[in-house]
């Protein structure tokens, strides 16, 4: 069983009790695919390398261990249509670029927009992701190949739902070899399928054991929308159809009222929180910091890369932070620790993970981490770790990533991987489709 | 005189014809401190190597040229608080942390905060900044020496306002011999300096040939303060003291009404807008889109380390489009085009460049460029490159920086700096303040 110590770190364990020091100087060791201990005890280290001759050490010195961050709702392989059309009226963006571009590309090409997502992930720190998508099961290789964790979203709208169920249930046999990976079934939003698919899609989830995702309360169009036919609200009308519950993914929820929040923190639901997304397309600003104080488990996300433009999870928190800073004009809510425990321990619940198991350091728990290099101008001088993370860390600071106790990008190269004959295929890729 | 081609780039030039393409491929010529032309001709390359055998060629195949970005106004010494104090009410934060701080720190000390805070600008493409701070002068020696272009304000309350206009002497005494660098006069605030001494900063500025900074109209407790005290807005204070004209440069005006707007057009005024400080700081959504529609020339920001928490103006220009989409509830403002001509061409207004001088590439103006490096997965694949470096780039995507014809940072180094080092003296410094 391969062993891990990463020594003498700045740790972030994202866990512990409320008054325990956020950070403190100690060393992470992982077998196998779980994290040994986490100590600040140097005698526990010096033991673990008497016990463990084959161990790898990484010095840590000068450098943070923190989880590594989840991401709770994107579509991944629309890198291929990354800045195809923005700065655009929605209805035109959509009929006019985004579906007839999908229209048009293959099972291969989603896999190859896959694979540039995660790549792009993994090297900013990614270690889990959680995906809405077509195609799904033709992506189940190109995650198991890369080695991040992904809970992989079956999507539909009322036409395809047949597709979908077919598709997740594909997903599902193959990733069924593969801890990591997971699927799920995905109705794309309550304005966009029938209350008969919804419930239909629930069904299946519950039959299969998956968990459900779906886009809620996004925009004001939404809103008037379902109160026009349902009379209610998105959450609500998702509540009443029994589609909320602790095994639910509810992306946006940028317009939720008291009574939905404590819809949404009674059935136990995950929140994605999709921020940038949000502000690009001017859907709102998500009441992130009353949902927080009021009990529900709120994640962050980057959404899909046509309306962000990237997969990048640090932007999220720093824009999470400032966004609900000025929507509640007051500067004291979502503190740095509060951000950095959504894309990480909160998340975890977005993955299916029992408590403690993922998004946290600590003994057990499954050994996805990443090591942050501090000797960067813009994380100088160190003040308060969590703060400077939140407030100026990048993807580019991700020196190296852990996942299932696999090293998965080392001195940031994911080794095996020629980027530039991937670029070439995603270029021509996307080419080819828009030529179509 | 030393010459330079960048070969076979992405050139975006960010000038010439409102129907010219906004980026080509194409080579950009520099001799001395100057850009000798821009051309999509490779015969013009062929014959400018034969006519300078010891220009130095830079192959910019797969990467972007582009003028390099202004960041107009900050405070770049207060790195040493970066992250010092966050999630805080403001005069808590202002009276139990930021003043107390600055109380003891030294000359030298501030010249090093200065030091790192440039240091972090070079790598992210920041050619030019502005300044606005305590012992500009002090800071001369170390703008020349890493290379960067500078405009020092000095900054004053009523209390200090001869130590300010000593200092404003001194730095311009000290910046005479060097081009890139220039002083200014900057009272605070309308809120916390008297008319009388306002006043005698903008005829202080006048004698010396000065511009004048100065932040305005920032947050609602300004707007109700100045309103009681002069029945006006800060804006229409500053106009009747006449201190609105072309050699101005105001800072934030988040709070700006119709008529404040048509005031900064008329006099030409240079807005500075900080988008990520206003946002962190709860301050408000400033009218960009209304002051670009009305004409006032509006530039890009990050105010200091310590309400941000970095000097990235990517970051500031992603959410500056981001922010202005959300609070107008309307996608198409701010296109990525406008977004980063604000953080180049309009910014050299603020430099008190002439049109065409500065933030553009053509001949004749000043060779200030940043070469990125468009090979990462974030920038992949290429369908619009102005969306995808205003929506994805990051300060690391920065290859080369070049200022006043001068090679700054090569492959993400700044020759001859020891960065290991500067991060030891700057943790000691900022621990010795803390602790003192």
Redesign the interface.
Known sequence: MKSFLFQQATVIPMCGAEDAPRAFTGSVAVEGNRIAWVSADETLAHAFLQTHPDCRVVDCRGKVVMPGLINTHCHAAM????????????MEWLNDYIWPFEAKQTADEIALGMT?GI??ML??GVTSFVDMYFQEHRCVEVVERLGIRALLGCSYFDHSIEIALADARKTQEAAASCSRIGAAIAPHAPYTVSEENLVRGKRFAEEHGLPLMIHAAETQDEMRYVREKYGCTPVQLLDRLGLLDERTIAAHCVWVDAEDRRTLAERGVTVSHNV?S????????APVAAMVAEGVTVTLATDGPCS?????MW?EM??A???Q??S?????V???YEVLKMATANGARAMGAAEGELGVLRAGALADLIVIDL?K??L?????VV??LV??G???DVETVMVDGRLVVENRQIAGLD??DL?CR??A???RI?QA
Chains 1, 2 share one sequence.
């Open positions: 890198t291929l249509q990354r800045s195809h059309a923005d700065d655009i009226a929605l540039l790549v792009e090297l900013g940038q949000n502000m690009k397309i001017s859907s709102g600003a962000n433009n990237d997969l990048d932007e720093r824009s932070a400032f966004l800073k000025l509640t004009a007051n500067p004291l979502l503190p740095a000797q101008p813009h100088q001088p160190v003040h308060d703060s400077n407030y100026c990048k993807a580019s980027l530039a670029y995603v270029q890729a996307a080419d828009k």
